[in-house]
T-cell receptor
C-alpha cells in the first residue's frame, strides 16, 4: 500500500468554524490531490499540488484553501465551514516522485476523512 | 469541463450473473482508468486502457476502450459477492496530471 495517512478520519464541526484536514505521505511523490466524494458526483477535484508551495485549483475549489510547505504534507482548509461541505474527503498521490510517470500511472488514495458540518 | 457519465448508477444482481457498466463522455481522453472502492477505503486501480479499441482482461473482468477514446465499458462475467463495491472510471485529458472521475456505479452482488 502507498504510504498515505489522512487525519482525522472523522470530524463533526459547526457551521462557520475553520477546519483543517491533513494528508501525509511517505512516498516522496511530487503530486498530491484533494478530492471530495458525494453520491451521484463521483470524485471531484478540489485542489492539487505539483511541488512544495506549488498548488492549483480544481473544479470545486470555492471555500477551500490548501498549503504544502513540505513534500510529505498537504493540508486542506475550510476557512468557514458550510453544510454544503459535508462530504468524504480523499487525498491522493501520483507518480514516482519527479515528473509525471506516464498514462499508466495510477492515483493512490488515502482512506478518506468523513466531515459533517452541522 | 470534461464530464464522464456512468451507467447504471446502481446495480443489484445475484451471484453468477453477468453485467456491464458503461462510462461515456463527449471528450477524448488519452487514457482511461477503472477503480474499485470498498466502504471506508479509497479507490484502488483495476486497470488502465490507453489505445482506442483496446480490450484488457483481468480474470472475470473485461475492460474496453472505445475506438474514439471517448467511452469505455467494464464487463463482469459470473459476478461474485467479492465484486461488490463502487466502480469508478477516470479519464486522463493529458493536462496538469488531473483525472476526471465518472459519477460511479454501485454494484451489489448477493448470494
Amino acid at each position: 500500500d502507498a504510504g498515505i495517512t489522512q487525519s482525522p478520519r472523522h470530524k463533526v464541526t459547526e457551521t462557520g468554524t475553520p477546519v483543517t484536514l491533513r494528508c501525509h505521505q511517505t512516498e516522496n511523490h511530487r503530486y498530491m490531490y484533494w478530492y471530495r466524494q458525494d453520491p451521484g458526483h463521483g470524485l471531484r477535484l478540489i485542489h492539487y499540488s505539483y511541488g512544495v508551495k506549488d498548488t492549483d485549483k480544481g473544479e470545486v475549489s470555492d471555500g477551500y484553501s490548501v498549503s504544502r510547505s513540505k513534500t510529505e504534507d498537504f493540508l486542506l482548509t475550510l476557512e468557514s465551514a458550510t453544510s454544503s461541505q459535508t462530504s468524504v474527503y480523499f487525498c491522493a498521490i501520483f507518480g514516482a516522485g519527479t515528473a509525471r510517470s506516464g498514462p499508466n500511472s495510477p492515483l493512490h488514495f488515502g482512506n478518506g476523512t468523513r466531515l459533517t458540518v452541522t | 469541463t470534461q464530464l464522464l457519465e456512468q451507467s447504471p448508477q446502481f446495480l443489484s444482481i445475484q451471484e453468477g450473473e453477468n453485467l456491464t457498466v458503461y462510462c461515456n463522455s463527449s471528450s477524448v481522453f488519452s487514457s482511461l482508468q477503472w477503480y474499485r472502492q470498498e466502504p471506508g477505503e479509497g479507490p484502488v486501480l483495476l486497470v488502465t486502457v490507453v489505445t482506442g479499441g483496446e480490450v484488457k482482461k483481468l480474470k472475470r473482468l473485461t475492460f474496453q476502450f472505445g475506438d474514439a477514446r471517448k467511452d469505455s465499458s467494464l464487463h463482469i462475467t459470473a459476478a461474485q459477492p467479492g465484486d461488490t463495491g463502487l466502480y469508478l472510471c477516470a479519464g486522463d485529458g493529458g493536462t496538469a496530471s488531473k483525472l476526471t472521475f465518472g459519477t460511479g456505479t454501485r454494484l451489489q452482488v448477493t448470494l
